[in-house]
């Protein structure tokens, strides 16, 4: 009976080190995941007027990056122009850039991001596609 009791008691020892070294599996924040240097992949930009798309698309080089900041600043360097604007999130789902600009967060992984906004102007519309990636 004292053998049981001991390699019970092994068990339970060894349950708890197992349960004690458990990895945290705590998942990160939007915020957490949007900060950081991104690289731009793509820009889509399109304006639909009187039923015709009118597509531009810009491909993005390695020195045309977007940087989020945990102060609430995002840093832009568009082919050499440099910009600094104010960003807050919108929930999970949304970022808004300049108080000005609202984007869909369609994709957030930790290396890609995909930005979408679409603003109406009765029938016609302009949509702007950004895609980043680390």
């Keep these: 009976m004292k053998k049981i009791t001991q390699i019970l008691a092994a068990i339970a020892v060894s349950a708890f080190l197992f349960t004690a070294c458990k990895?945290?599996?705590?998942?990160?924040?939007t915020a957490q995941k949007i900060q950081g240097t991104w690289q731009v992949k793509s820009e889509i930009y399109n304006e639909h007027i009187?039923?015709?798309d009118h597509i531009d698309t810009t491909l993005g080089t390695s020195n045309t990056t977007i940087e989020f900041r945990n102060d609430g600043k995002v840093y832009s360097n568009f082919f050499g122009q440099k910009d600094t604007a104010a960003y807050t999130l919108v929930g999970d789902t949304q970022i808004t850039i300049d108080s000005v600009n609202t984007y869909d967060i369609k994709t957030?992984?930790?290396?890609?991001?995909?930005?979408y906004t679409k603003e109406l102007d009765g029938t016609d519309y302009y949509e702007e596609t950004l895609s980043l990636m680390r």
Excluded: E, Q
């Design 23 to 29: 990895k945290n599996d705590t998942k990160a924040s």
């Design 50 to 52: 009187n039923g015709a």
């Design 108 to 115: 957030l992984t930790s290396n890609s991001l995909v930005l």
